[in-house]
């Protein structure tokens, strides 16, 4: 007997986001955040490579 395969739902309430650095080199960061708990948009403090600090990574959609 073969299984059906279902397609697997998206998860409306945690959506894939970009985080894009402050510093202006483009590098981002690809993350999942949780809608209910941060409704508007992220800002979050993380490394970028390009200049080698802790910059300020902003979210994009």
Excluded at 1 to 8: L, W
Excluded at 25 to 34: L, Q
Aim: proline content about 7%; glycine content about 4%.
């Amino acid at each position: 007997m073969a299984r059906e395969e279902r397609p697997v739902a998206r998860n409306e309430l945690r959506p894939v986001i970009k985080l894009r650095s402050s510093a202006g080199t483009g590098y981002t960061y690809v993350t999942r955040k949780n809608r209910r708990n941060d409704p508007d948009r992220l800002t979050i403090r993380k490394y970028d490579p390009i200049i080698r600090r802790h910059v300020a990574f902003k979210e994009e959609r």
